[in-house]
């Protein structure tokens, strides 16, 4: 056990995890779980960078459009390549496409954001009365 102690505190990491990067999943979480998350970061970080590989890049695309369209965010930077990955399976590493999306806010953004809690809020009142 300590060896595996050793070896975990021994790893170095070529790119730091950044507070600000969402890793999406297409399995993992819902859809919106996403949205919702990437318009925190945006209020904490101003810029949210949205990642994910192969089949949950279509994902990402929808979640960047839907903080578009909705008027909360601006595209900064897109960035595609691809990457090994070791194939369980077959023991030998095959490649995988690769997106970040880099979004930040929009002129408008906390307005919107304000706009939206306060129609929370009333409808929250709404139901209790």
Do not use: C, W
């Amino acid at each position: 056990m300590e060896d595996v102690t050793e070896a975990v505190n021994s790893l170095t990491i070529n790119e730091p995890h950044k507070k600000n990067r969402i890793q999406v999943s297409n399995t993992k979480k819902p859809l919106f779980f996403y949205v919702n998350l990437a318009k925190r970061y945006m209020q904490q970080h101003s810029e949210v960078e949205l990642s994910a590989l192969g089949m949950a890049i279509a994902t990402v695309v929808t979640i960047a459009e839907i903080l578009k369209n909705n008027g909360l965010a601006v595209e900064k930077k897109i960035t595609t390549s691809t990457v090994d990955v070791k194939d369980e399976s077959r023991g030998r590493p095959i490649q995988k496409a690769k997106i970040e999306i880099l979004l930040g806010k929009s002129e408008n953004f906390d307005e919107l954001m304000a706009a939206a809690a306060e129609e929370r809020e009333a409808a929250g009142g709404d139901e209790q009365s």
